[in-house]
């Protein structure tokens, strides 16, 4: 089985802040992939990263990083000096090989706020 | 680039009557999915398709339909709308997850906005 948890529902932050959006999946597959994806409230979910199990170095783009380490089963997402078009919510998805068809498993969300 | 386009943004029909969403994509992607999203629930898998006529229910597919007779359309349908269908509706599609190690990004269309008065 599957599973994602994003334990943030909501977070707020003024602008120029850090934040680190955490994602927390369980799998029994040994190999899978992490993704995340943005949604602006304009309603479409933007691709951002995808990640397979075996690739544990963290990335760097511009602003934004990502934190993946498979002790802790966990894949977060840190902006740095926040924007307030960087308001949406996020989504951290999972598929694995024992998926069906690549479908994937998205957790809830985490609504980040970014204040002026 | 990907496009995925839903009919409409914003939906408003009647309990009970029978509701077509639709969903075009342009990139000749065999998987194609609809969800839908709910406050604090985040997205649901309805049902999803990885051929033409070809369908496979997700997680939540009571009340739901779906038909898929051609590559580039699929189309989600409520037999008899009821007020808890009331939701956003999100369409994605990718390519073929031939072997794993081409696990492809799903693309998702602006959405749909459904009140079911």
């Known amino acids: ?116 | 680039d990907v496009k995925v386009t839903q009919s409409s943004r914003y939906l408003v029909k009647r309990t009970g009557e029978k509701v077509f969403l639709e969903c075009v994509q342009d990139m000749d992607h065999e998987n194609m999915f609809w969800y839908r999203q709910d406050p604090g629930l985040g997205l649901r898998l309805i049902y999803f398709s990885y051929d033409v006529k070809m369908k496979e229910k997700g997680d939540i597919p009571e009340g739901y339909s779906v038909s898929r007779e051609k590559k580039e359309r699929f189309s989600l349908i409520l037999e008899s709308a009821s007020t808890n269908q009331t939701s956003m509706y999100l369409c994605a599609s990718s390519r073929p997850t031939t072997s794993f190690s081409s696990n492809q990004p799903q693309h998702f269309g602006d959405g749909t906005r459904l009140s079911i008065l």
């Open chain 1, 1 to 116: 089985a599957q599973k994602v948890t994003q334990a943030q529902t909501e977070i707020s932050v003024v602008e120029k802040e850090d934040v680190t959006l955490d994602c927390v999946y369980e799998t029994r597959d040994t190999t899978y992939y992490l993704f995340w994806y943005k949604q602006p409230p304009s309603g479409e979910l933007v691709f951002l990263i995808r990640r397979n199990s075996f690739d544990e170095q963290n990335e760097i783009s511009g602003r934004y990083s990502w934190n993946f380490q498979k002790s802790t089963s966990s894949f977060n997402f840190t902006i740095t000096a926040s924007q307030v078009v960087d308001s949406a919510v996020y989504f951290c998805a999972l598929t694995g090989r024992g998926s069906t068809l690549g479908r994937l498993y998205f957790g809830r969300g985490t609504q980040l706020t970014v204040w002026p």
